[in-house]
């Protein structure tokens, strides 16, 4: 993701150590430990906890990691060590979380050619259905898991919740969006639409709060350049409280965009990949082998669809309600266009007012999805078997220009992140054209994208006119700890108290409203999470942000027991194809799983 600060770059440069406590998800303290990321290896067999994701109808994946027992003396099989033996790990899918009824069971071997992390794809499940799932080894049983399938339902319209997140950064504060998360019981899932780790480490290139600098570093301490690495990465964000609280509570559906390998990826390098740090494409290898590893991500049939590269991109169904398409946009993009001195290695913030930088952007050559995923992509969104089509995306589609003077960029009239489907508007142009002739019967479109570190309801124009014709809308969510609008503005008003801050970054955003009228909603300001909501007449988000900095709190990210809270609603009713205020945020669902009946014990 693109910096929203008005300089270029994201990185910061350390000014000090701090010190504080840390805290887990019940806000008991907890000391900082420099080797947090490999301390749960210390806590039995399944101290990174359980997880799981990817729920279809009969099936879901679950996921933990099994450190062998090692002897006293012995080095522990810490992520990213290749130490520890290979180890039997005995599963058990369950009708109650007690386990009197055990509805599926069965044994998987891990080791450290898998990081001793475990997966399994379970299948003959039933749809819309609550279960619990453990694993067992070495004496060893794991926290239990709780999971649901999806409300697949052929011809039945069920409820349908879930909670859109992205942009977790280590780093930059404590995980407040999780803990809220994992204390909600009316999710399906959790849609995680790309940036789960980063890669900087804590040197200059830190990315965070200084008060958090010896309180939540990065591990390992360095970039994430090898699989050692981003094992070990992986691992510090399973051993935080929080977000293992998260998915032992909810199943996940989870796609990477570029921080889970270097920021600003395309298909043969990256902003923050230097030509001293190796082949890019042996790094990229190990970042996707490492996310695979460590997250309950299934992979899709690699020949059910023509793709270039590996297949990541996937769809779920709904019943007779919805589906969900989740893009992946990283792996065989084009370069971003650069325009010096804005950007010069990877894309950002660019003027597109020169006519050659123009022919750049509408260059049909160029791609943010491979032309094959783009096909398939519009082929579901014309299928009229349901009312709405959702979209798992990582960078804003919608076309949106930024006021130079809001960025704090003088004598520029606009620029455009070339980053975001704006700097491929050659697919972006096709997309939009796309969904603008599709009939009613079709259904409805609407987006829901991560990313830019800031919240957002919009419409999709056809034309990118005040007259504009709504073919869809698009929410995005903010992000959970990274920058966004007013960390960036901050560090560039050095010594201006926090509430003139937030002023100006809501004049910044009114003036990113009304260069771009199809925006209904804009805050740069908080962090959190979006709660989705799908019923035949409605799909609704509500957003879920951290309390508004102040002189006697200038950065919530970095107190402990900060959760986001409901801050305003935004709908778009069936048929409309465009948003329009809710009037509060959703109530009860409108119906909830069953229990799992008794199967084969």
């Known amino acids: 993701m693109t910096s929203t600060r008005p300089a270029p770059s994201r990185r910061t440069v350390l000014k000090g150590a701090a010190a504080a406590a840390g805290a887990t998800a019940l806000g008991v ?51 990213g060590s290749g130490l520890g033996a290979p180890l039997n790990v005995r599963w058990e899918v369950a009708a ?68 859109l997140v992205s942009c977790s950064n280590y780093t930059g504060g404590y995980f407040g969006a999780y803990r809220a998360i994992a204390a909600r019981t009316d999710l399906d899932f959790v849609l995680h639409v790309g940036d789960y780790i980063y890669e900087y480490g804590n040197g200059a290139d830190r990315y965070g709060p200084d008060q958090l600098i010896g309180v939540r570093d990065a591990q390992p301490p360095t970039e ?26 909810v199943p996940f559906i989870t796609i990477f965009d570029d921080h889970e390998v270097a920021n600003n990826a395309w298909d043969d390098g990256a902003e923050n990949h230097d030509p001293g740090e190796g082949s890019f494409l042996r790094r990229r290898r190990d970042a996707y082998q490492a996310y695979l590893e460590w997250m309950p991500f299934r992979m899709p049939d690699q020949q059910e669809v023509p793709h270039q590269g590996r297949r990541f991109f996937k769809r779920f169904t709904f019943g007779a309600l919805a589906d969900l398409s989740v893009l992946e946009t990283r792996q065989n993009r084009s370069r971003q266009v650069d325009v010096a001195p804005f950007t010069t290695t990877g894309g950002g913030f660019i003027p597109d007012s020169d006519p050659a930088v123009q022919a750049q952007l509408a260059d049909p050559t160029r791609h943010l999805p491979e032309p094959e995923q783009l096909a398939w992509l519009e082929e579901g ?22 006021p130079g003077a809001a960025l704090g960029i003088n004598g520029v009239p606009e620029l455009l992140n070339s980053d975001q489907w704006d700097g491929y508007q050659a697919d972006q142009t096709h997309l939009l054209g796309h969904l603008a002739g599709l009939p009613a019967e079709a259904g ?63 004049g910044a955003t009114a003036a990113v409203r009304a260069t771009n009228p199809w925006i209904s909603y804009l805050d740069g300001v908080g962090h959190g999470y979006v709660v989705v909501d799908v019923t035949p007449e409605r799909v609704q988000a509500d957003f879920h942000l951290t309390p ?54």
């Open 29 to 79: 303290l907890r000391p900082f430990d420099e080797a947090v990321a490999a301390e749960p290896a210390s806590q039995g067999v399944f101290g990174y906890g359980v997880a799981s994701g990817d729920p279809r109808g009969n099936s879901v994946v679950i996921w933990t990691r099994a450190t062998p027992p090692t002897r006293p003396g012995q080095p522990v099989a810490t992520p």
């Open 96 to 163: 109650d979380a007690a386990f009197t009824t055990v509805v599926q069971r069965g044994h998987v071997m891990t080791s450290p050619d898998s990081d001793h992390t475990v997966k399994v794809v379970v299948t003959g499940l039933q749809p819309y259905t609550r279960y619990w799932y453990r694993f067992v080894a070495k004496g060893g049983t794991s926290p239990v898991g709780s999971t649901r399938t999806a409300p697949d339902v052929p011809g039945k319209v069920r409820a349908l919740r879930l909670a």
């Open 224 to 249: 994430t350049l090898d699989l050692r690495d981003y094992r070990l990465r992986h691992a510090l964000h399973k051993a935080d409280p929080d977000l293992r609280a998260a998915h032992a509570a």
């Open 381 to 402: 969104l014309a299928d009229g078997s349901v009312p709405w089509h959702l979209v798992g995306n990582q960078v804003v589609l919608t076309p949106v220009r930024f």
């Open 444 to 506: 409805d479109t609407v987006v829901l994208t991560g990313d830019i570190h800031s919240s957002w309801a919009m419409d999709l124009p056809a034309t990118r006119t005040a007259s504009y014709d709504g073919v869809g809308v698009e929410f995005v969510c903010p992000s959970v700890t990274s920058d966004g609008f007013y960390e960036g503005f901050s560090g560039a008003l050095t010594g201006v108290p926090p509430e003139v801050v937030v002023t100006a970054v809501k």
């Open 548 to 601: 508004t900095p102040t002189s006697a709190q200038p950065d919530p990210r970095v107190v402990p027991d900060v959760v986001p809270a409901y801050a305003t609603s935004w709908q778009t009713l069936a048929g409309a194809r465009r948003l329009s205020p809710a009037t509060g945020p959703v109530g009860p669902r409108a119906d909830e799983p069953r229990t799992a009946g008794r199967g084969r014990g």
